[in-house]
């Protein structure tokens, strides 16, 4: 019995960075983030104006030259999306380093013949800046009216774009997921058998 709440308290701890991360993203970052977003969609990937969204992105995403930028041809996913920018969910947090998924919707009117496209983001902070250093496609899904369908797209990225270490170790990471959700339950789980083995003491 000890071993096995000796066990689940390990669990818990190595749970408890992953949780704490998340937590530490201050309201002015994300600010900052949805902002950052807005531009690299608006001005990226929609091609409304490359050139401007060139300035929130890291140097391996900015190459090319004016000419290249100008044209739209460059290391950015192009997508024709609609509405706000700022459905994306906390992926990871390390220190001035940050993953999100990004959720995309087509334009209204395409909604019948595009689907919308989950994106993996890296950014990395640059003083109060987050800068874009990877942003790939990792799921595609099905138009509206048409039968639901995700499909994965690991090499839609563009031959410019770099890869991301730390998508990499994305997968370490996600192994502690679990254990973060149920974090909080095993050390409750915890302080209800300690208070059980205490009782059951007084009663022996």
Not at 69 to 95: C, E, M, Q, V
Not at 119 to 132: A, P, S
Not at 168 to 193: C, D, H, N, T
Request: zero cysteines; a positive charge.
């Amino acid at each position: 019995m000890l071993r096995r709440v000796f066990l689940l308290a390990l669990l818990a701890l190595l749970a408890w960075p992953v949780t704490a991360s998340a937590a530490r993203l201050s309201r002015a970052d994300r600010a900052a983030i949805d902002h950052t977003l807005d531009v690299i969609v608006r001005d990226g990937v929609k091609r409304e104006n490359p050139l401007a969204a060139r300035p929130f992105l890291t140097a391996d995403l900015a190459a090319g030259t004016k000419a290249q930028w100008k044209r739209g041809d460059i290391a950015l996913y192009p997508y024709p999306a609609g509405g706000n920018f700022h459905g994306w969910t906390l992926a990871y947090h390390s220190p001035h380093k940050v993953g999100v998924n990004l959720l995309l919707q087509p334009e209204k009117r395409l909604r019948r013949k595009t689907g919308a496209i989950m994106f993996e983001v890296d950014l990395v902070q640059r003083g109060h800046r987050w800068l874009v250093a990877n942003f790939n496609p990792a799921a595609i899904y099905t138009p509206e009216g048409q039968r639901p369908n995700i499909t994965a797209e690991n090499d839609l990225a563009p031959s410019g774009a770099a890869a991301s270490g730390s998508r990499a170790k994305l997968g370490e990471i996600w192994l502690f997921v679990p254990l973060g959700v149920l974090g909080g339950g095993l050390v409750l789980g915890l302080m209800v058998l300690a208070v059980k083995w205490r009782a059951d003491r007084r009663l022996a």
